[in-house]
């Protein structure tokens, strides 16, 4: 089965993997030319709108952050290993003769006389999960483009997660494969494609089969995770951890304007998330009680009646302690830095100011179209 999987791709003619080797790599720098000249633009106004709905005025522009230059070795790096790796696909039997023994792909067989078995098959591995890590980043890069949110960074990533993929793949298949090689024929490709899929789960995986020997250490950070922020998905704590934002307290204290053009959010989710992040840090364990009353931000402190009787009265009824509630409102008060967000926040959910800026962009657009 292993065998014939390697020779369908002799079956190709050269031109055809060489177009295909062409296509797979050559897809890297096109998304990265598009972005350029079809979505860069576009970002620079949505980041000019959300700054005139909050009232802010900064010197920042968008191509600073996503500037030519800074795509060049992230776009470099991502190429040469599609490149590579398709190269090494498609054109297998041209040197799969040669392999007589290799360290890498044939783990604890290497040295053996008879590990051509477990060599096929870790060349089957290797193919099959950079197939399948190609493809998740190539979803994910065409996902960015099309949000205006591809930054330099997401070209870094692909290429280490298609290497962390291979490598996790071919490690599984030796895991799998211990002692008994051909019985994993007819599922190999398969268990590979979807490791380069998810390489991330089936690493979570092993550990767990070996957690007895390895027993890693948890971190104490369940009080101040980003799943802790309403409305904060997967996707959103993968991009934020992208920017060096890894929980609520460095969400707490991210610069707005940062968060703004580094990321495809809007305005109105991103002082939410930076509102409901400082409330995190203040309440820590304490913060569903809060929200069970409708206090899910510090913007919610700052507003109605809240003197010391309300604050006893919430504190009463959620069941925390008095003076912790009346510190948390004192410091919050007390915050220069909240007031300002408290006024962009208050700015952007006025919808007069939506209709103004709605026309004011629309014609900005227009502008930059004629």
């Known amino acids: 089965m292993i065998l014939s999987i390697l020779s369908n791709f002799s079956d190709i003619s050269f031109l055809s993997r060489f177009v295909i080797v062409a296509i797979v790599s050559g897809f890297i720098p096109l998304t990265a030319i598009s972005f350029f000249w079809f979505m860069r633009q576009k970002k620079q106004l949505d980041f000019e709108k959300s700054m005139r709905e909050m009232g802010i005025t900064s010197s920042r522009r968008v191509k600073d952050t996503y500037s030519i230059g800074n795509y060049f070795f992230p776009v470099l790096f991502a190429f040469v290993i599609c490149l590579l790796a398709s190269f090494f696909i498609l054109f297998t039997e041209n040197f799969a003769a040669n392999i007589k023994d290799s360290l890498l792909l044939a783990g604890g067989s290497y040295g053996l006389e008879d590990n051509e078995a477990i060599i096929n098959q870790s060349m089957v591995v290797i193919g099959f999960a950079f197939f399948g890590s190609f493809i998740w980043s190539a979803q994910t890069i065409i996902r960015r483009l099309i949000s ?191 007031d300002s967000l408290y006024k962009f926040h208050t700015n952007v959910d006025d919808p007069n100011k939506d209709i103004a800026f709605g026309e004011l962009n629309a014609k900005a657009e227009s502008d930059a179209v004629g």
């Open 148 to 338: 205006y949110d591809l930054s330099p960074s997401v070209y870094y990533s692909a290429g280490v997660r298609i290497m962390l993929a291979c490598l996790v793949a071919l490690v599984f298949s030796f895991l799998l494969g211990e002692g008994s090689y051909f019985e994993l024929d007819t599922s190999i490709a398969v268990i590979a494609f979807l490791t380069g899929m998810f390489p991330q789960r089936i690493l979570s995986a092993m550990i767990n089969f070996y957690k007895e020997w390895l027993n890693p250490d948890k971190l104490n950070t369940e009080d101040l995770s980003l799943y802790k922020i309403e409305g904060m998905s997967m996707a959103h704590k993968e991009r934020l951890q992208e920017i060096g934002i890894d929980n609520a307290q460095n969400l707490a204290t991210a610069s707005l304007t940062k968060l703004l053009i580094e990321t495809p959010y809007g305005a109105r989710q991103i002082l939410d998330w930076i509102g409901q992040a400082k409330l995190v840090c203040y309440a820590k364990s304490d913060i569903d009680k809060l929200r069970s009353v409708g206090i899910r931000s510090i913007f919610d402190l700052k507003k109605g009646n809240k003197s010391r009787v309300a604050l006893r009265e919430i504190s009463d009824a959620i069941g925390i302690q008095t003076p912790l509630l009346e510190i948390i409102a004192e410091q919050i008060e007390s915050d220069k830095g909240i």
